[in-house]
T-cell receptor
Framework: SQQGEEDPQALSIQEGENATMNCSYKTSINNLQWYRQNSGRGLVHLILIRSNEREKHSGRLRVTLDTSKKSSSLLITASRAADTASYFCATDARDKIIFGKGTRLHILP | DAGVTQSPTHLIKTRGQHVTLRCSPISGHKSVSWYQQVLGQGPQFIFQYYEKEERGRGNFPDRFSARQFPNYSSELNVNALLLGDSALYLC???????????FGPGTRLTVL
């Protein structure tokens, strides 16, 4: 079963705009990670946020975590064509990491 | 440093056959996890190994098995292949519990 659920399932925006993706999960976690995947290739780790953190930044990425609502968001600012990919959240709890179904992001020129 | 490597890249098998997929973690990483990703879905957790011991198992049938070797490389074995086993199989390693996972490029398995 999949714990994380990303929203929206698909998102198309103009290059230069910001993209926001949300992730909800069901059980307690130790941390939450965001990954990017291009065209069915291996996943690239973007950012990890621990359960005692509320916000984290990495370059153009900003991740928030609200453990009371069991939700997280990923913001990509000033989007580029190269950001076109699928984005997954993954919750890390004890001995397994559970992925959501992903958000397909398409950056329009 | 080399990242996570997986072999083979692609594999075609027929129903009922057996397959072995291989993974080498990043140097120094002792934890290896395996995932199955069906087209259009997120990766599904299969196994996690740490220090050669199974530390976690996902909801997969006993046809799926894995092991980790003293050099921390790992094998995933699937017996009695079904059409539904066609997927991208991903391996990931990490240095310690609850740290970032780093993924290999995956093995694309097609079962005919």
């Amino acid at each position: 079963s999949q714990q994380g659920e990303e929203d929206p399932q698909a998102l198309s925006i103009q290059e230069g705009e910001n993209a926001t993706m949300n992730c909800s999960y069901k059980t307690s976690i130790n941390n939450l990670q965001w990954y990017r995947q291009n065209s069915g290739r291996g996943l690239v780790h973007l950012i990890l946020i621990r359960s005692n953190e509320r916000e984290k930044h990495s370059g153009r990425l900003r991740v928030t975590l609200d453990t009371s609502k069991k939700s997280s968001s990923l913001l990509i600012t000033a989007s580029r064509a190269a950001d076109t990919a699928s984005y997954f959240c993954a919750t890390d709890a004890r001995d397994k990491i559970i992925f959501g179904k992903g958000t397909r992001l398409h950056i329009l020129p | 440093d080399a990242g996570v490597t997986q072999s083979p890249t692609h594999l075609i098998k027929t129903r009922g056959q057996h397959v072995t997929l291989r993974c080498s973690p990043i140097s120094g990483h002792k934890s290896v996890s395996w995932y199955q990703q069906v087209l259009g879905q997120g990766p599904q957790f299969i196994f996690q190994y740490y220090e050669k011991e199974e530390r976690g198992r996902g909801n997969f049938p006993d046809r799926f098995s894995a092991r980790q070797f003293p050099n921390y490389s790992s094998e995933l074995n699937v017996n009695a292949l079904l059409l539904g086993d066609s997927a991208l199989y991903l391996c990931a390693s990490r240095g310690a519990a609850y740290n970032e996972q780093f993924f290999g490029p995956g093995t694309r398995l097609t079962v005919l």
